[in-house]
């Protein structure tokens, strides 16, 4: 969502689209509420997880990175929310150059979720069984 | 795929894969976040009479077209989207090696998941951009002057698609959770080795 709306923002920048700015500021708002849920989850599934000493480093990073990233996003949110009732013709530099920093931190923060599915295996079944049977 | 085919490659990981990160379960994600908010925005559009004290409550200016913009634009980035997630999705499971002596929690073994989520993959890809060439003809034509953009039925029909994509998420799930695809750590145990290799 985050992505998209950047995208919309960008795209609405250069071809003077106003609204391809509501589709950015509906996109970024969902995602806003959504990062909560997905921490919520996040908590429960990573209190469960026990990750094994090799994953744990990577674990950390992706917490604390979430939460960050939800008053983050939570920041930029509430910037476009003011931005939004201006009713600016169009968007301020430094509010793009902002959502782009806040596009890295999402694709970092995927791809330290990818590596602890896809290369640490948390929650996959061998690597639990692994766990159970004495890995740590 | 047949390991002895696999080894034609050389420079595969552990993973199976060229690199370290599946390419297909990350776009999903696109797939998924952009379909489901333009199906949503445009439900919200729809009910839009019922909501517009809360809107006010809020403080948050809408207008109804731009709800329905939302649904528009969103479904067709996903439609863009979702031909690289499928594109992505051929590629992997073409190279996958899953562990053959698991059975899923649906009862399945790997073959059925692997052909199921194919063929799963390709009819959702088909039904979304369906999707969005009927939403195209409810925006451009048949309802253009209309303050309701989008016909009930169409917003029952991507109701309709969140289902099937839910079965499709969980076979895919399975294929990386119980049958190991791609997953390093997986692929390490079923080696007899110790993932804190890693």
Same mark, same amino acid.
């Given at each position: 969502? *985050? ?8 795209? @609405? ?10 589709? =950015? +500021? ?17 908590? /429960? ?7 094994? #000493? ?11 990175? @979430? ?15 003011? &931005?939004?009732?201006?009713? #600016? ?8 150059? *902002?959502?782009?920093?806040?596009? !890295?931190?999402?694709?970092?923060? =995927? ?21 159970? @049977?004495?890995?740590? | ?29 696109? %797939? ?6 333009? &199906? ?22 809408? %207008? #109804? ?38 059975? =899923? ?7 059925? %998941? ?9 009819? /959702? ?13 409810? #925006?451009?034509? +048949? ?14 029909? @991507?109701?309709? /698609?969140?289902?099937?994509?839910? *079965? ?8 990386? !959770? ?5 997953? %390093? ?14």
């Amino acid at each position: 969502m *985050v992505l998209f709306a950047v995208f919309c923002d960008i795209t @609405g920048y250069f071809t003077k689209n106003p609204k391809l700015y509501e589709v =950015s +500021w509906w996109n970024l708002t969902f995602a806003t509420v959504s990062i909560f849920i997905a921490i919520i989850f996040g908590q /429960i599934e990573a209190g469960l997880a026990e990750p094994y #000493r090799a994953s744990v480093s990577t674990l950390n990073v992706h917490t604390v990175l @979430g939460w960050s990233l939800s008053g983050i996003l939570a920041l930029v949110t509430g910037w476009r929310y003011v &931005i939004r009732l201006q009713e #600016r013709p169009q968007l301020p530099i430094p509010y793009l150059a *902002v959502s782009v920093l806040l596009v !890295g931190l999402v694709c970092i923060q =995927s791809y330290l979720g990818s590596l602890l599915v896809w290369v640490y295996g948390l929650h996959t079944i061998p690597v639990v069984d692994a766990i159970r @049977g004495g890995l740590s | 795929m047949n390991p002895d085919l696999l080894e034609q490659w050389g420079s595969l990981g552990v993973n199976g894969l060229p690199y370290i990160i599946p390419i297909h379960p990350n776009l999903v994600h696109l %797939t998924l976040g952009l379909f489901i908010a333009a &199906i949503a925005f445009d439900i919200v559009g729809a009910l839009f009479p019922v909501e517009k004290a809360v809107f006010k409550f809020l403080a948050i200016p809408v %207008t #109804r077209s731009s709800l329905f913009d939302v649904g528009w634009y969103n479904l067709v980035a996903s439609a863009i989207v979702t031909f690289f997630t499928v594109m992505a999705g051929l590629f992997e499971v073409s190279l996958a090696v899953p562990l053959a002596d698991v059975t =899923s929690a649906w009862g399945l073994h790997a073959l059925q %998941t692997m052909i199921l989520h194919g063929v799963g993959g390709v009819l /959702i890809l088909t039904l979304i951009v369906g999707m969005t060439v009927w939403r195209g003809f409810q #925006r451009y034509q +048949w309802r253009k002057d209309m303050a309701r953009q989008v016909q009930w039925s169409y917003l029952a029909a @991507g109701l309709f /698609i969140f289902a099937l994509m839910f *079965v499709q998420g969980t076979l895919g799930a399975h294929l990386g !959770g119980e049958f190991g695809v791609h997953i %390093t750590a997986d692929q390490m145990l079923h080696l007899g080795e110790n993932p804190n290799q890693l």
